[in-house]
């Protein structure tokens, strides 16, 4: 049996990326604080951002926050909660500010201000021209404001627990009362009393072979959550970044097109054109991600399979290249030998941005149906649907979300657990957590963890990624539950204690089964065509019955049930998406 330990904090943090290191510097402050994060805080995948980081600052150009919130609410296909894009771009300018005093090291204009740039679906005056709304640090924005918190947390004596493994939430008479996590280095389990948690576990783009993801982005507190018979909101909405390497879905970007690159097809066309004839090549990503599939579809793909289309930089001086895109120009000699001075790169859509998540209010705090919600527990960042994305992220708009969310859960936990009590933790509170290990470890099944998720990635990529129909989600679902039954027979080959990383992977992969599974089933009942989901047998958008959140729920005997909920709608109406 392995060790068991107990803590107890008023805070408990899970995710230590930028939305859980935001959180912290405002709970720990405040009250007893621990977080807790599966990587090393500086290794979460917000490092990994390039783009920007959006706010209404107006200092290149005139702007404001109210058509900062318009177009995310376009972008997002109108399935946004208005409520929440309102106070995402109000406060956009204030979380910008706040990083720069914490030393956040911005490009700056000749005159000193924070520069800004021009990003996919940001436009002036409600979409009559692209705006510069993005604040970067190169094409390290995510990598600095990573750092930036990070530092910061030490700085403020922030204590971290580093690669543990959350893996069971504990709820007590329906309140949050902390969680369970897994020691990677000693196998040791550790039960974390808490008043309140905070959910900042990020995204799950491993669900699809094609992604931006890392490696890690396996979803746990989704499934967490969602094995606690708690809701998922529209987990079918994902998004597809345009810009991918070709074959490999390493990202390049949208501050390439930001900076004036061009997506070609083999015939040199300036294609956007047609698609987006206001915005072009900077409309937002599902329209972009689709434009690229439609140009491959009709034969009008380059390389030798005619399998991509081709992001021009070359007609861009050198200066700029190497001081706004030097990593990701990198990125293309590195990874396909191209030299992004002279030639144009092989890209294609990548599995980036899951829109859906843990449905939360702009308090941060996590729903358990359409409108009540869990005493005691928070989340904020990708693994959150509060919703500011609806079913389309526009780019930047993702750093900013863990900036202001993180913030506002991080405030909200510490002033919950200042005024109530421990409820209390149920007895064996590890048991679930012991009996997922012992299950593993002492499991004699004939099953790999790696082919199973060969299987699940492929049938993703092939039946839910830009194009979907009822057929091709149907068979995604039915691969998914024959992958379900092999994966009770899976067994790994590490037994030990120490590192184990094999346990973990498998853990994490029935997580993303779980997952893959709600968005088909989401995906298979919206009939309808929005955002990052596109269905070609309902290619229209249907706003009379489809205008609503999908909320799925776990059964007792793990059916999916499906509900649906109201989109808050402030002072936008739905009108005809044109860019
Ligand atoms: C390549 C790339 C480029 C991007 N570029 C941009 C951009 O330019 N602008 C923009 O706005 N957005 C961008 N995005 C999106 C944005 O970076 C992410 O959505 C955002 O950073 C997510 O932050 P987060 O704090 O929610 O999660 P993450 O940064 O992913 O952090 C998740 C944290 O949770 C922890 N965790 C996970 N599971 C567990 C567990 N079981 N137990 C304990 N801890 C756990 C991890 O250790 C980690 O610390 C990009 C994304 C990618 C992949």
Same mark, same amino acid.
């Given at each position: 049996?392995?060790?068991?330990?107990?803590?107890?904090?008023?805070?408990?943090?899970?995710?230590?990326?930028?939305?859980?290191?935001?959180?912290?510097?405002?709970?720990?402050?405040?009250?007893?604080?621990?977080?807790?994060?599966?990587?090393?805080?500086?290794?979460?995948?917000?490092?990994?951002?390039?783009?920007?980081?959006?706010?209404?600052?107006?200092?290149?150009?005139?702007?404001?926050?109210?058509?900062?919130?318009?177009?995310?609410?376009?972008?997002?296909?109108?399935?946004?909660?208005?409520?929440?894009?309102?106070?995402?771009?109000?406060?956009?300018?204030?979380?910008?500010?706040?990083?720069?005093?914490?030393?956040?090291?911005?490009?700056?204009?000749?005159?000193?201000?924070?520069?800004?740039?021009?990003?996919?679906?940001?436009? /002036?005056?409600?979409?009559?021209?692209?705006?510069?709304?993005?604040?970067?640090?190169?094409?390290?924005?995510?990598?600095?404001?990573?750092?930036?918190?990070?530092?910061?947390?030490?700085?403020?004596?922030?204590?971290?627990?580093?690669?543990?493994?959350?893996?069971?939430?504990?709820?007590?008479?329906?309140?949050?009362?902390?969680?369970?996590?897994?020691?990677?280095?000693?196998?040791?389990?550790?039960?974390?009393?808490?008043?309140?948690?905070?959910?900042?576990?990020?995204?799950?783009?491993?669900?699809?072979?094609?992604?931006?993801?890392?490696?890690?982005?396996?979803?746990?507190?989704?499934?967490?959550?969602?094995?606690?018979?708690?809701?998922?909101?529209?987990?079918?909405?994902?998004?597809?970044?345009?810009?991918?390497?070709?074959?490999?879905?390493?990202?390049?970007?949208?501050?390439?097109?930001?900076?004036?690159?061009?997506?070609?097809?083999?015939?040199?066309?300036?294609?956007?054109?047609?698609?987006?004839?206001?915005?072009?090549?900077?409309?937002?990503?599902?329209?972009?991600?689709?434009?690229?599939?439609?140009?491959? /579809?009709?034969?009008?793909?380059?390389?030798?399979?005619?399998?991509? !289309?081709?992001?021009?930089?070359?007609?861009?001086?050198?200066?700029?290249?190497?001081?706004?895109?030097?990593?990701?120009?990198?990125?293309?000699?590195?990874?396909?030998?191209?030299?992004?001075?002279?030639?144009?790169?092989? !890209?294609?859509?990548?599995?980036?941005?899951?829109?859906?998540?843990?449905?939360?209010?702009?308090?941060?705090?996590?729903?358990?149906?359409?409108?009540?919600?869990?005493?005691?527990? +928070?989340?904020?960042?990708?693994?959150?649907? !509060?919703?500011?994305?609806?079913?389309?992220?526009?780019?930047?708009?993702?750093?900013?979300?863990?900036?202001?969310?993180?913030?506002?859960?991080?405030?909200?936990?510490?002033?919950?657990?200042?005024?109530?009590?421990?409820?209390?933790?149920?007895?064996?509170?590890?048991?679930?957590?012991?009996?997922?290990?012992?299950?593993?470890?002492?499991?004699?099944?004939?099953?790999?963890?790696?082919?199973?998720?060969?299987?699940?990635?492929?049938?993703?990529?092939?039946?839910?990624?830009? +194009?979907?129909?009822?057929?091709?989600?149907?068979?995604?679902?039915?691969?998914?539950?024959?992958?379900?039954?092999?994966?009770?027979?899976?067994?790994?080959?590490?037994?030990?204690?120490?590192?184990?990383?094999?346990?973990?992977?498998?853990?994490?992969?029935?997580?993303?089964?779980?997952?893959?599974?709600?968005?088909?089933?989401?995906?298979?009942?919206?009939?309808?065509?929005?955002?990052?989901?596109?269905?070609?047998?309902?290619?229209?958008?249907?706003?009379?019955?489809?205008?609503?959140?999908?909320?799925?729920?776990?059964?007792?005997?793990?059916?999916?049930?499906?509900?649906?909920?109201?989109?808050?709608?402030?002072?936008?109406?739905?009108?005809?998406?044109?860019?």
């Amino acid at each position: 049996m392995p060790q068991v330990h107990q803590h107890n904090y008023d805070v408990v943090i899970v995710g230590a990326g930028g939305a859980g290191m935001r959180a912290a510097l405002e709970s720990s402050s405040r009250v007893r604080t621990a977080v807790l994060t599966k990587l090393y805080p500086t290794r979460s995948h917000t490092g990994a951002a390039q783009g920007g980081m959006c706010a209404a600052l107006a200092n290149v150009e005139e702007d404001n926050w109210e058509w900062h919130t318009f177009d995310t609410v376009k972008g997002g296909d109108y399935l946004v909660d208005q409520d929440a894009a309102e106070v995402m771009c109000r406060e956009a300018i204030d979380a910008v500010i706040d990083l720069e005093k914490m030393g956040l090291p911005f490009n700056r204009t000749p005159e000193g201000r924070i520069d800004q740039r021009r990003f996919g679906g940001h436009t /002036r005056n409600h979409g009559e021209a692209a705006v510069r709304r993005s604040c970067f640090a190169a094409d390290r924005t995510g990598h600095m404001i990573l750092q930036t918190l990070y530092q910061n947390c030490v700085k403020q004596d922030v204590q971290f627990f580093n690669e543990f493994y959350v893996l069971d939430l504990i709820v007590q008479d329906g309140h949050a009362a902390g969680a369970v996590a897994y020691e990677l280095a000693t196998g040791d389990i550790h039960v974390f009393a808490a008043k309140a948690v905070i959910l900042a576990t990020g995204g799950f783009g491993k669900v699809f072979k094609t992604t931006s993801n890392a490696h890690t982005l396996t979803g746990d507190g989704m499934g967490i959550i969602w094995r606690k018979g708690l809701p998922l909101e529209d987990m079918e909405f994902f998004q597809f970044h345009p810009t991918g390497l070709a074959g490999l879905g390493i990202l390049l970007s949208e501050a390439a097109r930001g900076e004036g690159g061009i997506l070609r097809n083999a015939d040199g066309e300036r294609f956007m054109e047609r698609y987006a004839p206001t915005i072009k090549d900077l409309a937002p990503r599902d329209i972009v991600a689709r434009s690229m599939a439609n140009e491959v /579809r009709e034969g009008r793909g380059a390389g030798p399979e005619k399998d991509y !289309v081709l992001l021009d930089l070359t007609h861009l001086p050198r200066e700029q290249i190497d001081a706004k895109l030097p990593d990701i120009t990198e990125f293309a000699r590195t990874y396909l030998g191209v030299e992004p001075y002279t030639e144009p790169v092989p !890209v294609y859509p990548t599995a980036h941005y899951a829109m859906g998540g843990v449905p939360t209010n702009i308090r941060a705090e996590v729903l358990g149906n359409n409108t009540e919600v869990v005493p005691g527990l +928070y989340a904020a960042g990708e693994v959150a649907c !509060v919703s500011v994305h609806g079913s389309n992220r526009l780019g930047t708009n993702s750093l900013l979300d863990i900036n202001v969310f993180g913030r506002r859960a991080g405030i909200a936990a510490a002033e919950y657990a200042a005024t109530h009590s421990h409820v209390g933790l149920p007895v064996g509170a590890q048991g679930t957590v012991t009996a997922m290990v012992s299950t593993l470890l002492e499991s004699t099944g004939t099953e790999r963890v790696a082919t199973l998720r060969a299987k699940m990635q492929s049938t993703m990529d092939r039946n839910a990624q830009v +194009y979907r129909t009822d057929a091709s989600l149907k068979q995604a679902e039915e691969d998914i539950a024959a992958l379900k039954q092999r994966y009770a027979n899976v067994s790994i080959s590490d037994k030990g204690k120490r590192f184990n990383s094999d346990l973990l992977e498998a853990i994490e992969l029935g997580f993303l089964l779980d997952l893959a599974e709600v968005l088909v089933v989401g995906a298979r009942a919206r009939n309808e065509s929005r955002g990052g989901h596109f269905r070609e047998d309902y290619p229209n958008r249907d706003d009379v019955n489809f205008m609503r959140h999908t909320m799925a729920y776990r059964e007792g005997d793990g059916a999916i049930r499906l509900d649906y909920k109201p989109v808050v709608q402030t002072r936008y109406q739905p009108m005809e998406r044109k860019y």
